[in-house]
């Protein structure tokens, strides 16, 4: 079969396509400052959040529980921000989030500080901010790719995904340095500080560099299934978007129970934590570093479902390990092939999207990433039963069984 090769509407292979080229444009180098900030911040938030539902809880279920409250609502609400993000300002979207994330802080530190606070409070205040976040990452990932021109296109996508990384190296590591310095309510004080200059930034941003595609005349549920048919006959993009349906959804729930990991595993603390997100944060930035330095490769779509293979290997391989070195060292595997891999699927996915459908996409892209939390909910209930360890262990093996229908089903690997 011959590859399958996507093409790029209005795109120019230029060298100004590779690396970090779109930082030379000013105005994305000052909104991805104040992107990064405010990812940090959400770090810090997630990791004092898992933390201190441990701490009062002490169960790994209820861990799952909190992770599945705060992403489910991506997937209730998902087709509701597909059938509206492609007819909305994303910008102002963006600024009336950013002010329910911050109300929502501030009403923790509030619980705190009286002494008030319970498990079900962070269970309602997850759900709030996950009902925020089934808006919040479409819109920011739609938003992307109109900041610049569309030359430079494919490189901010590969520093909007860097950024992100980033800030899980620097995150979990900060919010276990606050947790022991200042204690963990102030965590969320500096997530509610963090995100104002980003508010600012979205509160000044002129305009576009390249409009949006707005939508008008007919309803919002017929741009839905004209979206929805869209990603059915376009092939590429539907095997892109199967990436996320088993490798996010049972892959990514190490991440949930890290803090049990921590502490039952490594019989560390916040500390413990730290390191482990920290080092899954470094092997992530790793490999986005690293796609950004293949762009323009032939074979990417092969990159993606290798990746997924070795995703589920080393997953396997984590949850084996016993030692902090060990766990450290292979938690950083994890996170390198999920970088690349995810990032490369996330690159492919959005320079092959016509902009007229880059909303409805994106939704839907957000939409199977919300699966990962009932992947984090699975492995609590299989933690339970044959402890942490196993738990990821397995949902690893999962991963890896997925592979022979990426494989044969699909036509991603022919993907250039």
């Known amino acids: 079969m011959e590859p399958l090769t996507i093409n790029e509407p209005d795109t120019v292979v230029t060298e100004s396509q590779s690396g970090f080229a779109a930082l030379r444009d000013q105005f994305f180098a000052r909104y991805i400052t104040t992107y990064a900030i405010s ?26 529980v ?46 705190m500080a009286t002494d008030q606070l319970q498990f079900w409070h962070l269970l309602v205040i997850g759900v709030v901010m996950g009902t925020a976040a089934s808006f919040d990452w479409p819109a920011r990932m739609a938003l992307v790719p109109t ?18 990384n980033g800030a899980r190296v620097f995150g979990p590591s900060l919010a276990g340095w606050l ?38 005349g007919s309803s919002p549920w017929s741009d839905l299934r004209e979206g929805y048919r869209y990603i059915w006959e376009h092939k590429p993009i539907r095997a892109m978007l199967t990436v996320d349906i088993v490798s996010i959804m049972l892959g990514m729930s190490y991440v949930t129970m890290a803090p049990a990991f921590a502490r039952e595993v490594l019989d560390m603390g916040s500390e413990g934590l730290g390191y482990l997100l920290s080092g899954n944060g470094v092997g992530s930035f790793l490999g986005t570093l690293l796609v950004a330095r293949m762009s323009g490769m032939r074979g990417r779509g092969m990159v ?16 084996l390990t016993s030692t902090l070195i060990t766990s450290v060292g292979m ?71 997925y592979v022979p229908y990426l494989w044969f089903c699909t036509p991603l690997r022919h993907v250039d």
């Open 39 to 64: 990812m940090t911040g959400m770090m810090v938030r997630v990791t004092a959040m898992g933390y201190l539902v441990y701490d009062i809880t002490g169960d790994p279920f209820l861990l799952g």
């Open 66 to 111: 909190m992770s599945f409250a705060q992403v489910a609502p991506e997937i209730i609400f998902g087709p509701i921000v597909a059938a509206l993000l492609d007819r909305i300002d994303r910008r102002k979207l963006l600024i009336g989030l950013q002010i329910v994330y911050v109300i929502g802080m501030l009403a923790i530190m509030a619980l």
């Open 147 to 164: 900041l610049v021109d569309r030359p430079l296109m494919r490189s901010a996508i590969a520093i909007n995904a860097a950024t992100f």
């Open 179 to 216: 947790i022991g310095l200042i204690g963990v309510m102030w965590c969320f004080g500096v997530y509610a500080a963090s995100l104002l200059p980003f508010i600012a930034m979205l509160v000044v941003m002129p305009h576009n560099r390249r409009p949006v595609v707005q939508l008008s």
């Open 304 to 319: 993606v479902v290798l990746g997924v293979g070795l995703f589920g290997l080393s997953l396997i391989a984590f949850g």
């Open 331 to 401: 938690i950083i595997v994890v996170g390198l092939i999920f970088g690349t891999y995810g990032t490369m699927n996330d690159t492919l996915i959005q320079s092959t999207v016509d902009d007229e459908y880059r909303g409805r996409v994106s939704a839907t892209y957000s939409m199977l990433f919300g699966l990962s939390p009932i992947g984090g909910l699975i492995a609590g209930v299989i933690a339970n039963f044959v402890g942490v360890q196993w738990a990821i262990a397995i949902c690893g093996m999962l991963v890896l069984a």
